[in-house]
């Protein structure tokens, strides 16, 4: 463990260069799929795993087909030339850091440019929703460049707005796109490109975290020295907005939950026993959520192993993929729970985890009630129940105080 983070960065940028050279590898294979008007492409007969693989990225190549267009060769070579100079680059950091500030600069725009990539491949899909999550993307960035000149107590905050950009893009993104099912999109559609997306996403924030730590690393984005107030005199005159103003409103959460906590014990005339702890709850809550999930996944699962499933029905795929993510999602919240509540630790990681769950499971409650397709994670009286679960959860997260320490 201690190996793979001193040698982070090194990886994050085999990483890179080893999907440049597959996407360019991808596109040199399918040259004669990609190249034309753009016009879609027909899912193959499913009869092999290869023809699974292909049916698995149609909409992925007609996406990339509307944004090529007619240079698929090009591309693909330019794609695995990068994918080949990214080694490269791994054995430069690996060797020296006499380049570090050149390379700071190369990785954050790097990050920027495959976050802009990613947008002009969303609007494909999504529409004008997409630059919902380009500014998502803006606001995480600056936050990653910039953190260390915001105050570490309103870390919680920090995350929360972040948490808030992202969720408005995914809630809005995915209703815009499940509205299209049946008509332009099939599941295995949505689930390709959500796949393709997110994989450009987290690779996106790994050249950003390459970027910022090299520039730190250079002292070129460091917190300055408390007192050193020379060489930022004139700075500081200028200076009239204090982001930490605006971003240490947990105090007020605070007060409004305890206001409320009071109003309901003088209602009620009771004392909370000093035994119950927030963690408590959430333990008992998660454990049954986890419950619930596990029963509709063992339900999806057993298609596969019992022999219903036909690999021509791809819909069973998207609903077991993103079911296990929720599994996941479940299991690693009762984990960072179980943390906080032995080790005072992983906070922030609950947060990230409930969001996260609460979200997949309200927006597809929302899809089901509100979009006319048959499509649906849960049978919808689980999934009331897991949005009737899962929003204590998120809102005991966010009205709960964290340590310091915590992270």
């Known amino acids: 463990m201690k190996w793979l983070k001193q040698q982070s960065e090194v990886i994050i940028s085999v990483l890179l260069g080893v999907f440049f050279v597959i996407l360019g590898l991808f596109i040199l294979f399918n040259t004669g799929r990609i190249r034309g008007n753009g016009d879609a492409v027909e899912t193959p007969q499913i009869d092999t795993f290869f023809d699974l693989f292909d049916a698995f990225f149609v909409e992925v190549l007609n996406i990339l087909g509307m944004v090529i267009g007619g240079l698929p060769i090009i591309a693909g070579i330019l794609s695995i030339l990068f994918g080949l100079g990214m080694f490269k680059v791994a054995q430069l950091i690996r060797k020296t850091t006499e380049h570090d500030t050149e390379l700071s600069f190369f990785f954050i725009g790097l990050s920027s440019f ?40 309103h870390r919680k905050e920090h995350y929360m707005v972040i948490l ?32 393709f997306f997110g994989i450009l996403w987290v690779l996106s924030l790994m050249a950003l975290w390459v970027g910022v730590f090299l520039s730190k690393s250079k002292n070129l984005l460091k917190k300055p020295k408390k007192g050193d107030q020379a060489t930022l005199s004139r700075k500081n005159r200028k200076r009239r907005l204090h982001p930490d103003e605006y971003l240490g409103f947990s105090k007020q959460l605070y ?10 014990k003088t209602f009620m005339e009771i004392e909370f026993p000093s035994w119950l702890k927030p963690n408590y709850m959430e333990l008992l809550l998660g454990t ?14 057993g298609v596969f192993t019992e022999g219903y499933f ?36 992983y906070y922030h990681r609950q947060m990230i985890v409930i969001t996260a769950l609460w979200l997949k499971v309200t927006v597809s409650l929302f899809i089901t009630l509100f979009r006319d397709v048959e499509l649906s994670l849960f049978i919808l009286p689980f999934n009331i129940l897991l949005v009737l679960l899962t929003t204590p959860l998120l809102i005991i997260s966010i009205f709960k105080e964290f340590h310091e320490k915590g992270r």
């Open 114 to 153: 495959l976050f802009l990539l990613t947008t002009l491949l969303m609007f494909q899909v999504y529409g004008w929703f997409a630059l919902l999550f380009l500014l998502a993307f803006i606001v995480h960035m600056l936050y990653n460049i910039f953190n260390e000149q915001l105050d570490p107590r």
């Open 164 to 195: 808030a950009f992202y969720g408005l893009a995914y809630f809005f993104t995915q209703t815009a796109v499940y509205s299209n099912i049946d008509r332009t999109l099939s599941p295995t559609d949505v689930l390709s490109i959500n796949m």
């Open 255 to 264: 007060d409004m939950r305890n206001g409320l906590l009071h109003r309901v």
């Open 288 to 301: 049954l959520v986890l419950i619930f999930i596990l029963i509709e996944f063992n339900n999806r699962h």
């Open 310 to 345: 036909r690999i021509s029905d791809m819909q069973y795929i998207y609903e077991w993929v993103n079911l296990f993510i929720a599994l996941a999602l479940a299991v690693a919240y009762l984990f960072t729970t179980f943390f906080n509540m032995t080790q005072n630790k």
